[in-house]
């Protein structure tokens, strides 16, 4: 495995964007959320796979970033960069410490809300090796300055280093080795077109299908020593939002289950039991998704219901709701967002054990 530094400023999570850390804050109460929980860095570790032939799924992408890759190596020059776009818990972080293992190169780890000016990205890059992969997680949250620097530097492979101050700076032109970046985004449509433009190659992570959270579940026992049947595996993989770092997560919490009750194998009935005690139901819904569709069905009689009341009535803070429920629930196909506002469907109220009215569908 090649070198791994992790860049990381003291103020490194952005905890200035006071909204997005509320947010991050309510997500890291949630077994279900797919952000990472401050306890979990470690043991997600163990569970990355070094080689692309270990990631699961994602097989077209796959197929592309081993040509891309086996083409780099072949002309014998670090490949253009990279960009990583979907959900987060997919597997960015993974696939670029892939890239850099493959190519059997040193990777630096940092993200956007980690450089809080362009300075601080100038001395990172000033001190890449030749062939380093430079990862930027959250690249869309960049400061405008560091962006600009950023540009310069993956297109020309220099740096503008100002010396001095006011009238009489200048800026000397540093030029740096050949490097990749692997930027990750959430948020594609954030990124500015010019940053976007710098990328040769841009891929799109998608939810996995539960066959795939299947075999990845089994590839994360094996490495955990859990010993699990396969309709434990399947159990799990439904409940898992198409999410890999769920399916850890919730693979982690069946282990402590299994361990408290001295199980050499685990079962359905172990997933079952484990995960009720986390209220985490059939359909991978907890707590705050359920409190959202009984609301919109037994207080507004199946909608439509604007956001703000549907807020209110679960006592959960809108942008909440709207990014961090709605999403999986619109997914699933237990909600529908019309003009109008939110609209339970047929699903949602059989979900409840509800008979849902005969004219659910001219809702929306
Ligand atoms: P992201 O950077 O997109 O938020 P990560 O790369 O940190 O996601 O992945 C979260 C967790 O899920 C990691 O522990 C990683 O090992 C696991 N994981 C993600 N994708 C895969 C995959 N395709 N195969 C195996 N494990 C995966």
Redesign the pocket.
């Known amino acids: 495995m090649g070198r791994i530094t992790r860049q990381v400023s003291d103020q490194s999570a952005g905890l200035s964007e006071g909204t997005r850390m509320g947010q991050e804050q309510d997500e890291s109460l949630r077994m279900v959320s797919?952000a990472?929980l401050d306890a979990e860095p470690v043991s997600?570790?163990e569970?990355?796979?070094h080689s692309l032939q270990?990631?699961?799924?994602?097989p077209r992408l796959k197929a592309q970033l081993e040509l891309f890759l086996q083409a780099a190596q072949k002309r014998e020059v670090p490949p253009d960069h990279i960009l990583?776009a979907?959900p987060?818990?997919?597997?960015?972080?993974?696939?670029a410490m892939i890239v850099a293992h493959e190519l059997g190169v040193p990777i630096r780890i940092t993200s956007g809300p980690a450089i809080q000016h362009a300075g601080d990205l100038a001395s990172i890059l000033s001190s890449l090796e030749v062939g380093e992969v430079l990862f930027i997680?959250e690249i869309h949250r960049l400061p405008r300055a560091a962006e600009e620097l950023l540009y310069i530097a993956m297109e020309d492979f220099r740096v503008d280093v100002m010396v001095g101050k006011g009238p009489g700076a200048s800026s000397i032109p540093l030029s740096l080795p050949r490097f990749t970046v692997i930027g990750?985004t959430t948020r594609e449509g954030m990124l500015p077109s010019p940053l976007r433009a710098r990328f040769g190659f841009t891929a799109h992570?998608d939810f996995?299908p539960c066959e795939e959270l299947e075999k990845?579940i089994e590839?994360?026992a094996a490495v955990l020593g859990i010993d699990i049947t396969a309709l434990a595996c399947a159990q799990l993989s439904k409940r898992s939002r198409g999410t890999?770092?769920i399916a850890?997560r919730l693979l982690r919490r069946v282990r402590d289950w299994a361990v408290v009750h001295d199980l050499r194998q685990v079962g359905p009935e172990d997933v079952e039991a484990a995960l009720s005690l986390y209220q985490i139901d059939s359909e991978g819904l907890d707590r705050l998704d359920l409190a959202v569709i009984e609301a919109i069905v037994r207080s507004f009689g199946g909608g439509p219901v604007g956001l703000n009341n549907l807020s209110a009535m679960v006592g959960e803070e809108s942008e909440t709701v709207e990014t961090v429920c709605e999403p999986y629930l619109v997914r699933e196909g237990f909600l529908v967002r019309t003009p109008k506002g939110r609209v339970a469907t047929q699903k949602a109220w059989s979900h409840l054990g509800l008979e849902a009215p005969e004219d659910v569908t001219k809702l929306f």
């Open positions: 797919a990472p997600d570790e569970l990355r796979p270990g990631f699961i799924g994602q990583l979907g987060p818990g997919l597997g960015k972080t993974t696939l997680d990750a992570l996995y990845l590839r994360s890999p770092r850890n």
